[in-house]
């Protein structure tokens, strides 16, 4: 029994699949917190977040149960215990869970209730839900252990404060997407703490993990609930906090509180650590990348050189006999700005041994989006070979408005490993732009000053794959079209809802199929970071087939 406790909140990146990887990483925390009560990790800290069906695999869990017994054996004959994230198998039956590892032993497993199985989870595919949980006993503090999920909801919280909770505890695998912060603070752990009375620690991950990123942003609510602890975003943090006892209630000690990013420097952070992660996770010495001169592969170079160094980023410029003198101008201008390398391939040589094997077959035609969606594809072969000779990933440079309607080339400009502006729109890629030429990220290894002409960012898009062409020939200007996008995508409206909000029903009819007929495409895209509520491939799951349409 003591009325004071140190509680350790490890915020931490995780390697999904390298079990004893994470299992050191948490050994090697908890070694250097000797003086700590309890050292805490986030949500399958040891397995890794999200796991998807790799859980499934009989080896993994095995594993699993191999790697908790060193962690508990760890604890023998030390003052301090951990609370470790993992899978629990019983029976045929597979949970997400929490242990407690006390003097050498697995003493306690908490088991989570409310599986999510939306967007990005599918966890009611993998896992079964637990029982309502009881609160752990632990020196003199029962502690009750939501997770993730479980705070989201009253009935878990509610539950553990009726069986005598003094405390909440609650470990998470929680995606970054735009203004969570507040929903997690202001819209959840609030009401939780203000509907118990109960104070409450959050504790999430940091890391990319494939599409998905966890920014991490761990904080205290206390019982007043006042925050007395922030954690960073984007950075792993080992913070201690200190609790005592008065009266049968537990409070927190205050400590320091991190600012977290407003907008959009939040979106800039995500796409650095989901680049770099995923290269260096997937062990590429780097990446290569078409620079065209318009403002999506600019943004997509300045993201991956601040995520990995200019030394690791190689650009190539393509040009064809309908690149602009202009579009020349900015790719070397802003190469020299990033510090990157910078070569040029043009591929009027290909281009032509392409008209000319094709001559014969294509002999009764007119030229049309054929002879465009060649130099793309050209290109793509290009940017491709040049990866598989020097093991560089080629990253992509589209962005979610020409993904919608499918204004962008299969095996062309799509091929690829990963893609930064996957989620983003193309006002969004514009503000990214103009944001990060006034500012460099917190995270950022890129230069201080600007990343790109300004002539990037004002110029009119285009393709250049015909003379004179412009973006705006094929699509409504972006201020229209991405709003229209927005509702479609984001907020799953019909033609007549966006037509009562003063769109043209023509365009809507238009913009709505193309985003269907555009599913196949999507399909074959790479993956890329998750910024919204709605990204392509996780999140919103359209059959490719489907001849559905909204009056």
């Known amino acids: 029994m003591t009325d004071k406790l140190t509680i350790t909140m490890a915020q931490l990146t995780q390697s999904v699949g390298d079990l004893r990887g994470n299992a050191d990483a948490m050994l090697a925390v908890y070694g250097d917190h000797p ?15 999200p796991p998807e069906d790799l859980v499934l695999k009989p080896a993994v869990a095995e594993r699993a149960e191999a790697e908790m017994q060193r962690l508990a054996e760890a604890t023998a004959g030390r003052n301090g215990a951990m609370l470790v994230g993992s899978i629990f198998r019983e029976d045929d039956r597979l949970y997400n869970g929490i242990a407690l590892l006390e003097n050498g032993q697995i003493a306690e497993v908490r088991y ?16 079964t839900s637990g029982p309502l949980p009881e609160p752990i006993d632990f020196r003199g503090c029962r502690i009750g252990l939501p997770i993730c999920e479980d705070v989201w909801f009253p009935t878990v919280c509610q539950h553990l404060k009726d069986r005598g909770a003094q405390l909440f505890i609650s470990v998470h695998g929680s995606p970054y997407e735009i203004e969570k912060d507040d929903r997690r603070l202001g819209q959840v752990a ?34 007043e609930v006042q925050l007395t602890h922030q954690l960073p975003d984007w950075d792993e943090a080992i913070v201690d906090t200190v609790w005592t006892q008065d009266q049968d209630r537990w409070s927190c000690a205050p400590g320091e509180i991190h600012q977290l990013d407003d907008h ?23 990446v290569i990348l078409g620079l065209s001169g318009g403002i999506d592969s600019a943004l997509s170079a300045a993201v991956a050189v601040d995520a990995l160094g200019a030394d690791r980023v190689w650009c190539v410029m393509m040009p064809s006999r309908f690149t602009s003198q202009e ?9 020299e700005m990033l510090g990157t390398r910078l070569d040029s391939i043009p591929i009027n040589p290909a281009v032509e041994g392409f008209d000319a094997m094709l001559e014969g077959s294509f002999a009764d035609k007119e030229v049309d989006i054929t002879e465009e969606n060649i130099q793309s594809r050209i290109r ?12 560089h990933m080629l990253l992509t440079t589209g962005n979610k408005s020409e ?15 990963y893609s930064v502006l996957k989620d983003a729109y193309k006002l969004t890629v514009f503000r990214l732009s103009e944001w990060r030429n006034r500012n460099k990220p917190s995270l950022g290894m890129g230069p201080d000053g600007p990343v790109m002409p300004d002539t990037v960012i004002t110029k009119p898009p285009s393709a250049e794959l015909r003379p004179d062409q412009k973006d705006s020939d094929s699509l409504p200007d972006y201020e229209i079209l991405d709003p229209l996008l927005h509702g479609l995508v984001e907020e799953e409206l019909s033609v007549s809802d966006l037509v009562a909000r003063g769109f043209d029903r023509d365009l809507v009819v238009r913009i709505e199929r193309l985003l269907y007929i555009a599913e196949y495409k999507r399909r074959q895209a790479p993956p890329g970071v998750k910024l919204g509520t709605r990204n392509f491939g996780r999140d919103r799951r359209y059959p490719i087939t489907n001849a559905f349409r909204t009056p």
């Open 264 to 286: 959009p420097a939040d979106i800039y952070n995500a796409m650095i650590v989901g680049l770099r992660d995923y290269v260096n996770a997937n062990r590429f010495p780097g």
């Open 403 to 417: 993904m919608s309607v499918g204004y962008a080339t299969i095996y062309g400009d799509m091929a690829g490993g």
């Open 35 to 49: 003086g700590s009560d309890l050292v805490v990790f986030p949500e399958l800290q040891l397995i890794g977040y």
């Open 190 to 223: 609030t009401k939780r703490v203000r509907e118990t009375g109960i104070p409450l620690i959050f504790l999430n991950r940091v890391g990319g993990q494939d599409e998905v990123v966890f920014d991490g942003a761990s904080f205290v609510l206390d019982k």
């Open 380 to 391: 793509g072969v290009t940017l491709m070979a040049l990866s598989n000779k020097f093991g």
């Open 327 to 335: 579009s020349l101008d900015d790719a070397a201008g802003c190469a």
């Open 112 to 127: 989570k209730v409310e599986l999510p199985n939306y967007g990005t989870f599918d966890e009611k595919r993998l896992f």
